[in-house]
């Protein structure tokens, strides 16, 4: 019951996830962003490099130092430290790119990308690789492959 709830908060008011944000250039986040539906857009590691490309872009920009990441078939998780900027804008930027790149390759139509996105600041104290293990174990977690080096679509600067 608890589950359905949080489901339902996120599908349905994913704007109210923006309450309460701020960034800090400087400060570590983890950031969590799902497809609309859940549906399995990622499943062709072809597909997720298009993401891929995208946090390299905001790298190169001077958005975001990534720390680690990993392309699920359905959401990705991204470590940044940011740099300059904000979330908000940081987000738009992935989400709205990566979409518009999707939709060219393939000619979806729709929405690639629920609305909002979820964003943990990590602080000093935390233990930042602990944090890049647990990003990359993911496909391990959801049984996509049994060694993480079988799974096309993670990063960290630590492993």
Request: glycine share 6%; hydrophobic share 40%.
């Amino acid at each position: 019951m608890v589950e359905e709830a949080k489901g339902l908060s996120t599908s349905f008011n994913g704007h109210r996830l923006r309450t309460g944000r701020f960034s800090v250039p400087g400060n570590v986040y983890v950031l969590t962003v799902v497809v609309e539906q859940r549906k399995q857009v990622f499943s062709d590691w072809r597909l997720g490099r298009l993401v891929v490309q995208q946090f390299r872009s905001a790298e190169e920009c001077g958005m975001v130092h990534s720390l680690a990441w990993v392309v699920m078939p359905d959401h990705f998780h991204w470590m940044i430290e940011l740099q300059e900027g904000s979330l908000p804008n940081l987000m738009c930027r992935v989400k709205s790119r990566s979409s518009q790149t999707l939709k060219r390759r393939t000619h979806h139509n729709g929405r690639l990308w629920q609305r909002g996105y979820y964003d943990r600041a990590l602080r000093s104290e935390d233990d930042f690789k602990k944090a890049a293990r647990y990003i990359v174990a993911n496909p391990l977690r959801a049984r996509l492959v049994t060694r993480i080096g079988d799974y096309p679509l993670w990063d960290a600067i630590w492993l």
